[in-house]
């Protein structure tokens, strides 16, 4: 995607307002705490340049602060200096948060080791992928709004707090039924009193509007932009991305280590990065020849592993409570299968493997699903000493 920043300065009248609502506008006169999430995208960019200016207009005279999530290694190499740049541009102090355990290729690699212990225990009945998906953004919600938010909370104490997002209709279907503005429950702490909304100022700006606003501030875009011809600012490899943008990420040497990371993840644990796509493909010239010949290996055991779960009866599937089902004898051979099949692909010493085991193991857990609907206490059972160690 090619990025014209060049050519005439553009006239502010030119620009969409800004939106806001009664309620906004009466916390700013109230001079809350204003948080601006920034990214190092174009967008934050607007976001935060659009809502200081509206700020002065309207008085405000509380704190105002950007706050960028570093999500690590899986980063852009310039996407912590963009903030920064932005911060110095604005004379506003950025603050960077970060996940104590670890970054988001962390996250992935604890959640594989996890998910694989689930399986070997019988605590799912198929395996569970490592990554995050577009319907299940671990990575937004754990890694951005919660890290940013208890931040905030902790930092602002007995106030309301305005958490600053810069999202456009433009951008996707969900995101044009985005409201103005909207409580952000992970800003409500009793301890430490606080409440809080998230405000959406410039959902009404297209892409065009944002790079002539760039053009007009004279403030430099992200390179993942100008240099490597990415068309958003995210990860460098991202489950949203497109291949275009994948590919593009690639091109920069210093993602090369954090791709050849997230392929052997895709190798170890037989996943694809996205649904039909796998990571491995997009650069294939980045890996050795040794994974090249693992990467097609992994694709080979996707493809039985899949084969085997298709045989799962849909009513034994997870769904909130499971299991709700007890197998019947033949279902309970037939799992004892799979579950021998895909031990063996994957190398995995797991337990419950015998028809016996799986029925008895059904009959514990749906055991401690009725004492948790009853409220009784179950420290003594054994599956919640394994999920206080999974999920301490």
């Not at 456009?168 to 702490?189: D, G, I, Y």
Request: charged fraction near 25%.
């Amino acid at each position: 995607m090619a990025w014209n920043v060049s050519g005439p300065l553009v006239g502010p009248t030119r620009f969409p307002p800004i939106e806001t609502t009664p309620l906004i506008d009466e916390l700013i006169v109230a001079h809350v705490p204003v948080a601006i999430g920034v990214s190092g995208g174009k967008d934050s960019d607007v976001a935060a340049f659009e809502t200081l200016a509206a700020l002065e207009r309207a008085g405000h005279k509380g704190p105002r602060v950007l706050i960028h999530s570093d999500l690590g290694r899986v980063e852009h190499t310039d996407s912590r200096p963009a903030c920064e740049r932005l911060a110095t541009r604005l004379d506003l102090e950025l603050i960077v948060v970060k996940r104590k355990a670890g970054d988001l290729m962390d996250r992935w690699l604890v959640r594989w080791q996890h998910n694989l212990e689930r399986y070997c225990q019988l605590q799912c009945v198929k395996m569970i992928l490592p990554w995050s998906t577009p319907a299940m953004r671990f990575c937004i919600s754990e890694l951005k709004t919660a890290i940013i938010c208890r931040d905030l909370v902790e930092r602002f104490q007995h106030s309301i707090i305005l958490s600053v997002v810069g999202l456009r209709r433009q951008e996707s279907a969900t995101r044009a039924q985005a409201p103005v503005c909207v409580p952000q429950v992970k800003l409500q702490n009793a301890t430490f009193g606080t409440t809080g909304y998230t405000w959406h100022p410039i959902l009404a700006w297209s892409r065009e509007d944002v790079l002539a606003y760039h053009r007009y501030r004279d403030f430099p875009l992200h390179e993942a932009y100008t240099t490597y011809s990415l068309g958003r600012v995210s990860c460098a490899f991202c489950i949203l991305a497109g291949i275009d943008d994948l590919a593009a990420s690639a091109t920069d040497p210093r993602n090369h280590d954090i791709y050849r990371e997230m392929v052997e993840l895709e190798i170890i644990s037989t996943f694809s990065f996205q649904s039909g796509r796998w990571l491995g493909d997009v650069a294939p010239h980045l890996l050795s020849g040794s994974m090249l010949a693992r990467l097609k290996e992994a694709k080979q055991q996707a493809a039985l592993r899949e084969r085997m779960e298709a045989r799962i009866p849909k009513h034994l599937h997870y769904v909130k409570g499971w299991p709700t089902a007890m197998p019947t004898r033949a279902e309970a051979v037939l799992l004892s299968e799979v579950r021998r099949g895909i031990a063996e692909i994957m190398h995995l010493t797991i337990q419950y493997s015998e028809p016996d085991a799986i029925v008895d193991r059904y009959a514990e857990l749906m055991a401690v699903n009725a004492a948790r609907r009853k409220g009784q206490k179950q420290a003594s059972l054994p599956i919640r000493l394994i999920q206080q160690e999974l999920w301490s």
